[in-house]
């Protein structure tokens, strides 16, 4: 990476399936990134328990001696529904409590395969990117071609105009962790000019308005 830029990444969440999948490569996978994770001394930051693919990366990162932070709506909590987080827990009242908590706490965002929740957290991240929220890089971890048609669906609602070019680069793919880790440390994004002038600030009482003819 000489030449390039590299950002300080010091914590990653991780968004993954509570399921570990048919293709035991998505298990193996998942092991390996919390060892990468642990061996360039990133802490993970996810969704808690200790079930599926959620439960290997999390078991990874702390045989590594990192930090690991669950941050698990109490519903989940209730009968031990998702196993013992591995680490560090924090109980929120919702989803989206959760959400906003791991996009402050961490430095980049990385998705394995999973199912609609883990699309839901992906894409979430994605839409505050595109509007300026945060800035922080977002990637998939491509593993045996999982994400081929979620990629090729967004390439092709960017030739539908519905998503810019600009906007398509703020997802990151990559098909092994050390690559996809490089990634997110080498991203910059340079944002919409327009949506750049959002305020999110809580003081604020309104946004500045918008040109309409962009695509949101």
């Not at 109490?74 to 996009?103: D, H, P, W, Y």
Request: net charge neutral.
């Amino acid at each position: 990476m000489e030449g390039v830029s590299v950002r300080k990444i010091k914590k990653i969440c991780v968004f993954c399936g509570e399921n570990s999948g048919k293709d035991v490569a998505f298990v193996n996978a998942a092991f390996h990134l919390g060892e990468v994770l642990g061996k360039r001394k990133i802490d993970l930051v996810y969704g808690g328990g200790k079930l599926g693919l959620m439960g290997c990366v999390s078991t990874a990162v702390a045989q590594h001696e990192r930090q690991v932070l669950g941050i698990i709506p109490s519903a989940f909590t209730v009968n031990n529904l998702v196993g013992e987080t591995c680490g560090k827990e924090i109980k929120v009242a919702t989803i989206q409590e959760r959400l906003v908590m791991m996009m402050e706490l961490s430095d980049a965002f990385i998705a394995l395969p999973g199912g609609f929740g883990t699309l839901e957290e992906l894409f979430q991240m994605i839409s505050w990117a595109q509007l300026n929220i945060h800035n922080k890089p977002i990637g998939v971890l491509n593993i045996n071609g999982f994400f081929n048609g979620l990629l090729s669906f967004v390439d092709h609602a960017v030739k539908q105009e519905f998503i810019t070019p600009r906007a398509r680069k703020i997802l990151i793919s990559a098909t092994t962790a050390d690559e996809l880790v490089d990634k997110l440390q080498a991203f910059h994004f340079e944002p919409d000019p327009t949506l750049s002038k959002l305020k999110w600030s809580p003081s604020s009482s309104q946004k500045e308005k918008l040109d309409l003819t962009l695509r949101l």
